[in-house]
């Protein structure tokens, strides 16, 4: 069985920074595509942040709002997924989740973590 | 950056009746185009993909079509755990992006 688990949300000032994990299990990181894909309250679906495979070259790819302050990666020997946010702001305030991409459609999620940016 | 507009924003329905919820993208996205439902406090389920297929375990009640840019979700027949909120998403061109969603109410 597949489980994503995500950790490390919480209440930031804007300008501030965190570093969220999803530990994944029944999956390896490493052979997967992973995506990080948040949901502010009340709001739809917005796709942040993708992570190719080894074997597909480890590309990242980033939404626009994003580029130059998110970073994806992978610890392999943990298996887990990580995205480090810095300089945050109101806007990203939502609901993380943490999705495995099979090149055609997410299918396994995570329940997601909290990341709410307020002074 | 590939916009996906979804129509009507709320239907308003009964158990029994077919729902019919659109999903039309600003170009062109070939059948690139997936459905997720999404319920209160749950992570989004994966419906269909490439337009028409079902996924694993989905009801056969749940159908979709359309190519292009103009895309359909059909729920034959509304069973009282369909009430929820549908997203479609396409992957045909960076960034993949999702439509607003369509709330599926209670009549």
């Known amino acids: 069985e597949v489980q994503l688990m995500e950790s490390g949300g919480g209440l930031i000032q804007p300008g501030g920074s965190l570093r969220l994990s999803c530990a994944a299990s029944?999956?390896?990181?490493?052979?997967?595509?992973m995506s990080w894909v948040r949901q502010a309250p009340g709001k739809g679906l917005e796709w942040v942040s993708m992570?190719?495979?080894?074997?597909?070259?480890?590309?990242?790819h980033y939404t626009d709002s994003v580029k130059g302050r998110f970073t994806i990666s992978r610890d392999n020997s943990e298996n887990t997924l990580f995205l480090q946010m810095n300089s945050l702001r109101a806007e990203d305030t939502a609901l993380y989740y943490c999705?495995?991409?099979?090149?055609?459609?997410?299918?396994?999620w995570g329940q997601g973590t909290l990341v709410t940016v307020s002074s | 950056e590939i916009v996906l507009t979804q129509s009507p924003d709320t239907l308003s329905l009964s158990p029994g009746e077919r729902a019919t919820l659109s999903c039309r993208a600003s170009?062109?996205?070939?059948?690139?185009l997936a459905w997720y439902q999404q319920k209160p406090g749950q992570a989004p389920r994966l419906l269909i993909y490439?337009?028409?297929n079902r996924a694993s375990g989905i009801p056969a009640r749940f159908s979709g079509s359309g190519s292009g840019t103009d895309f359909t979700l059909t729920i034959s027949s509304l069973e009282p755990e369909d009430f929820a909120v549908y997203y479609c998403?396409?992957?045909?061109?960076?960034?993949?992006?999702f439509g607003q969603g369509t709330k599926l109410e209670i009549k």
């Open positions: 999705v495995r991409w099979t090149e055609r459609y997410y299918d396994y």
């Open positions: 029944g999956l390896t990181v490493s052979g997967n595509y």
């Open positions: 992570i190719y495979s080894s074997a597909g070259g480890g590309e990242t």
């Open positions: 170009q062109s996205i070939s059948v690139y």
């Open positions: 490439d337009a028409s």
């Open positions: 998403q396409q992957r045909n061109y960076w960034p993949q992006t």
